[in-house]
């Protein structure tokens, strides 16, 4: 019986779709076309990683359970995310410049790292878990905080792959003229200095700010912005990072629950209603964050000229 079982055949058919409408794939040099699969291999091991990782996340003993899984959970997540939209639409961040996801993990340390230091003043979430501050947990820490920009580009990608995303390319538009753009950077770093005098009050403002101080700042100089978008109508971008960003934000919290080394918030006003550890009303925080990652990213994209490297493709736009 098993010298007439395909070992291959059976394997290749898990993941191989076989189905003539969809497009084949070519690459240079290869006469040969090859055959579309349910997921690149990227994906699969995604897949892969994250099984294992959650799986480890779940052992509270103080060694792998602790804080160590949450990195390669979102390792995994980034590149099965990536497989997809490869899968979908032939193209993704790691096919059309691997060296943007590189700087999008290097960037994302400061990046959120600076949401850290707001933190020191809102006080809207704490750390549960062993108190140590030793180098070995700031370059831990470190580590965890690289995925955030990959993650919300990612899932923003994959959600723009979708065809309702074109509905939202003929909106009505939001023009501005240099001088009110300018003053919208002036408004960001004011809300940003208002929220940290009034963090009680005013703390919801530090998922909006840095997107006021930076996004007009990107438009300004040319680069890739918000603002250029919707001043056209296009909206796209809005609800592509929007969503990615809530998406992202749900498998945070979802994950943050298996860790013994997790975080609890307090939202003050807003406290009530938790899915996992954050509160209902929490969850619209991750809608601004992600236009503000969207824009800090660019800014720091641009600071070294790979702004052109790192164009997100629109679903309705010629290839």
Request: proline residues 5%; neutral net charge.
């Amino acid at each position: 019986m098993l010298s007439k079982l395909d070992i291959k055949a059976s394997l290749e058919s898990l993941v191989l779709i076989r189905d003539d409408r969809l497009p084949v794939r070519r690459i240079p040099l290869r006469e040969k076309p090859l055959q579309r699969y349910l997921l690149p291999y990227r994906g699969l091991l995604g897949l892969l990683i994250i099984c294992i990782a959650w799986a480890l996340s779940w052992i509270q003993d103080g060694g792998v359970g602790e804080n160590n899984t949450f990195f390669p959970l979102w390792l995994g997540f980034i590149l099965m995310i990536d497989g997809v939209v490869l899968r979908r639409t032939g193209t993704s961040l790691l096919v059309r410049s691997p060296r943007i996801v590189a700087l999008m993990f290097v960037a994302a340390i400061p990046y959120w790292w600076t949401f850290e230091v707001i933190n020191q003043i809102t006080q809207n979430w704490i750390y549960i878990g062993p108190d140590n501050r030793t180098l070995f947990d700031f370059m831990s820490a470190s580590l965890s905080f690289s995925v955030v920009i990959p993650a919300v580009f990612e899932v923003s990608e994959f959600i723009g792959s979708f065809n309702f995303i074109k509905r939202f390319a003929g909106l009505p538009a939001f023009a501005l003229s240099r001088r009110q753009i300018s003053l919208l950077a002036v408004f960001g770093i004011l809300s940003l200095a208002a929220m940290l005098l009034w963090p009680t009050y005013l703390f919801p403002i530090t998922w909006l700010c840095l997107f006021f101080i930076f996004d007009p700042i990107n438009n300004l100089r040319g680069r890739p912005s918000i603002l250029s978008h919707v001043s056209k109508g296009d909206w796209r971008l809005v609800v592509m990072f929007a969503l990615g960003a809530l998406v992202c934000g749900f498998f945070w919290e979802m994950w943050n629950n298996t860790t013994s080394v997790s975080w609890e918030y307090d939202f003050a006003y807003l406290d009530f209603g938790r899915v996992f550890q954050m509160p209902i009303m929490g969850y619209g925080g991750y809608l601004p964050f992600g236009l503000e990652t969207y824009a800090v990213f660019h800014f720091l994209a641009g600071l070294i000229g790979w702004s052109s490297d790192s164009h997100v493709p629109l679903n309705g736009d010629d290839a």
